[in-house]
């Protein structure tokens, strides 16, 4: 039989409401690759600049290490909504674009009292972008070269925590999640022509490429009481290189019209395929250090092998991805009862990313800085909060390309009333 909380996690997962993976967020840069890679850290980790590797606590969800599940104290519910908007500057040429939606489900409990469980469903990336270029071969005509693409990739994760050792001083934690990566992304490449002289049809390259396949990851943590104040704790992640299963439906032809309101007049090719995919392996590293009651300072490093990525066997011609993060919460009292300002968690992170991606055969890296604010709700005397996240931060290669940032997010945790246990059966006399 499935175990009740289980099922309220599926009945819940049922909503579209993944916005942000298909949204109408438009990204050139999502043409490379898998897409805009969607990092895996949920609102109140990204107030911290997304520093979640060596990061334990009990009233929050932590995806981003997976040994850290069995320190939930109770049940958590956290749903995460985000806003994004970007100002573009790209040889010369100026844009804006914006989106949103709901980001991410993440769904967690303790297990005994040695074990927990994290269940999360989150945007693994998104693939939305649209651009254009003319040129022009003869003084009579013109050439639209346009290059369009929608759709996204989303991760679903189910792990498990364990308590393995624990003393006076010290705590060892072991995790792994067991992730299903599926979705669809749709590459549409058009050459319009125009010329009064000719009977020149247009072309369209049409790309369909969907991932449905099954991957792992591990993570291990260990915390140890300095002195009376101090807490340290030290986390490893690590995915290894695997392959999932990923399916392709190519076609290329002529037509008359224009894109969207197209009269097929020839089809050079169509064709369906599947094959394995190479995925690509990560490694992380996280330091978290809680000083009092109050204050928690976090530090960590992730790469991802994107260069040994592949798709049909297809190098995705992008490099490794890497990014350090840093950030601090501190919380005035945490006995205060009474007062929201003086129980609330305040949030300040930054990171540097080494995107992996290039344009004009520069590499493009990426700073951020952030904020964040955690609203717990007093008079419920429970572990719900509110948590709101903002980060402001550019992209750029140094020369030609140049992208300002600015993201929101909202997101909730909730949990039960300290009174109140969900999902228990209770005895009647």
């Known amino acids: 039989m499935i175990h009740p909380r289980i099922k309220l996690f599926f009945i819940l997962i049922t909503i579209p409401f993944l916005g942000l993976a298909q949204g109408s967020y438009n990204n050139p840069l999502s043409y490379y690759g898998y897409g805009l890679y969607a990092p895996n850290y949920l609102t109140a980790d990204i107030g911290m600049g997304g520093a979640n590797s060596g990061l334990s606590q009990n009233n929050l969800i932590n995806i981003g290490n997976p040994a850290s599940y069995h320190f939930l104290y109770t049940q958590q519910v956290d749903v995460g909504l985000a806003s994004a908007s970007s100002n573009f500057n790209i040889n010369g040429n100026t844009f804006s674009t914006s989106g949103g939606g709901i980001r991410s489900f993440a769904y967690g409990f303790p297990f005994g009292k040695r074990f927990g469980v994290g269940l999360a469903l989150k945007p693994f990336s998104s693939n939305n972008y649209e651009l254009a270029q003319t040129s022009t071969p003869t003084p009579s005509s013109f050439v639209t070269n346009v290059l369009l693409g929608d759709g996204g990739f989303n991760n679903f994760s189910a792990g498990l925590g364990v308590k393995l050792f624990q003393d006076s001083l010290n705590i060892i934690s072991l995790g792994a999640n067991v992730n299903y990566l599926f979705g669809f992304a749709t590459d549409n490449a058009y050459t319009l022509i125009s010329d009064a002289s000719s009977s020149n049809f247009n072309t369209h390259v049409y790309n369909r490429t969907g991932f449905n396949g099954v991957y792992g990851d591990v993570g291990i943590l260990y915390n140890r009481r300095v002195s009376k104040k101090i807490s340290l704790g030290l986390g490893l992640t690590y995915t290894p290189p695997q392959k999932s299963r990923a399916f392709q439906t190519v076609f290329s032809g002529s037509f008359s019209g224009q894109p969207g309101f197209e009269l097929t007049k020839d089809t050079i090719l169509?064709?369906?395929?599947?094959?394995?995919?190479?995925?690509?392996?990560?490694?992380?590293?996280?330091?978290?250090?809680?000083?009092?009651?109050?204050?928690?300072?976090?530090?960590?490093?992730?790469?991802?092998?994107?260069s040994g990525g592949k798709i049909f066997q297809n190098n995705l011609n992008i490099s490794d991805r890497s990014e350090f993060s840093v950030g601090v919460q501190y919380i005035p009292n945490v006995e205060e009862y009474t007062k929201l300002l003086k129980v609330a968690r305040y949030r300040v992170g930054?990171?540097?990313?080494?995107?992996?991606?290039?344009?004009?055969?520069r590499g493009i890296s990426e700073f951020g800085i952030t904020f964040g604010l955690g609203l717990p709700l007093l008079k419920s005397q429970s572990l719900t909060s509110f948590n709101i996240s903002a980060e402001v931060g550019n992209r750029s290669n140094g020369a030609g390309y140049s992208e300002q940032f600015n993201n929101i997010y909202v997101g909730v945790s909730i949990a039960p009333h300290k009174f109140d246990r969900w999902f228990i059966r209770r005895k009647i006399d």
């Open 350 to 361: 930054g990171r540097f990313v080494n995107t992996g991606l290039s344009y004009a055969g």
């Open 270 to 306: 169509f064709s369906r395929d599947t094959a394995k995919m190479d995925l690509p392996s990560s490694l992380g590293l996280g330091l978290s250090l809680e000083i009092g009651k109050g204050l928690v300072l976090n530090g960590s490093y992730k790469t991802t092998q994107f």
